[in-house]
């Protein structure tokens, strides 16, 4: 946040004496005076640098807001898309799947004359399409969160300019790792 002007003390100005007539000693500028003034100076620079980290920080919260407030909204979606996922899967099984089953049964009855082969081949179907459906489900719940608010916040409260640019990386490549494996 300091630029290099903002650490150095600014440059004094130079004095000129106040001639107050003919008799009188021109009055000389102490060195305290012009210690309060650099004092003076440095706490005004002080006092606008800390209202800028302010200001900065405000503008964060409002972004760490905005975050929160669109990741509420997608978890409320993903979970009124995972309750419908769930009343489709159960009407599914038993209305569309259970036909499936029942004409693929009769067919492979027919075919082999074995109720063995015909009832294994029926329940690994039946645990595909389970399978399929929780990983539909499991990837649809893993959307509920809000892992890049609290994100956001660690950044902002409990690291260092470095370590954020750091921990920024590391998130960005962890992304694109999970986008590359879905």
Known sequence: MHSRESSTAPAQK???PIYT???QAAPTQSPQ?????QAIEQLSLIAALGHSVKQ?????LMLVEKIASAEWQLSGRSLIIAAALV???GAGIILFWGSILLVLGYLLFQLSNSVLITAS???ILQFILLFWCWRSLSYVLSQVGFSNTWQQL???FFTTPQEQETQHAHSTLTEKAAGNTR
Do not use: A, D, H, K
């Open 56 to 60: 900065n920080y405000i503008n964060q």
């Open 14 to 16: 130079p004095t000129q």
């Open 121 to 123: 081949t029926l329940v």
């Open 33 to 37: 005076n012009s210690t309060v003034e």
């Open 154 to 156: 660690r950044l902002l």
């Open 21 to 23: 007539g003919p008799g």
């Open 87 to 89: 009343v489709c899967f």
